[in-house]
């Protein structure tokens, strides 16, 4: 199975920060990567498809970039709402995997 | 809106069975194929199966193959995943989630609200 690993696992930034968390697949994933943002109690949201593409209603200050087999997903400017785990996943190919996710505090 | 509504929480004995449903609304059943998800208490997301409600293909995890089923029935708009034979390694919440049915794995674009199942004697 192809593995993601992400990095940081859990990070503190002030608001109006901006932040980076990545993704590393195993093998190349070529752009087939989503992100999602969970926050506590609640299921997780897709944020992003196809490694840049913001779901609709998404706020812009999240971006997403990368292809193969290292991602990026930006927070340009972090504010209070974005406190939550962030999850990567790679699919187009069985099974389906995440990473371990990132967890983001504020400051 | 569409949204996807899932069954209420479980309590279940070391051995026992568990059937989790998830009732799909506001859009066209057939289009979408559903994943399970679940996870484990501060743990992260595993993906458990996926169902095709339109061509009735599944595909399942290699650790859980053999002890989980996931069913459809497309008059109800309701996926249903069972889990057998059940360990506290099976505590966790259980997702489902919308995928596009393109016959091979997708990103997740809407999911239920989640049904917690413990496993305790």
């Known amino acids: 199975d192809i593995q993601m690993t992400q990095s940081p696992s859990s990070l503190s930034a002030s608001v109006g920060d901006r932040v980076t968390i990545t993704c590393r697949a195993t093998?190349?994933?070529?752009?087939?990567l989503a992100w999602y943002q969970q926050k506590p109690g609640k299921a997780p949201k897709l944020l992003i498809y196809a490694a840049s593409t913001l779901q609709s209603g998404v706020p812009s200050r999240f971006s997403g970039s990368g292809s193969g087999t290292d991602f990026t997903l930006t927070i340009s400017s972090l504010q209070p709402e974005d406190v939550a785990t962030y999850y990567c996943?790679?699919?187009?190919?069985?099974?389906?995997?995440f990473g371990q996710g990132t967890k983001v505090e504020i400051k | 809106q569409f949204q996807l509504v899932q069954s209420g929480a479980e309590v279940k004995k070391p051995g026992a069975s568990v059937k989790v449903s998830c009732k799909a609304s506001g859009y066209t059943f057939t289009n979408y194929g559903i994943s399970w998800i679940r996870q484990a208490p501060g743990q992260g997301l595993e993906w458990m199966g996926w169902i095709s409600p339109k061509y009735d293909y599944t595909n399942y995890a290699e650790n859980v193959q053999g002890r989980v089923t996931v069913t459809a029935d497309t008059s109800t708009s309701t996926v249903y995943l069972e889990v057998r034979s059940l360990t506290s390694d099976d505590t966790a919440v259980y997702y489902c989630?919308?995928?596009?049915?393109?016959?091979?794995?997708?990103?997740?674009?809407?999911w239920g609200q989640g049904t917690l199942v413990i496993v305790s004697s």
């Open positions: 989630a919308r995928e596009l049915d393109t016959r091979h794995p997708n990103y997740f674009d809407l």
């Open positions: 996943q790679r699919y187009h190919s069985a099974p389906p995997t």
């Open positions: 093998h190349d994933i070529r752009s087939s």
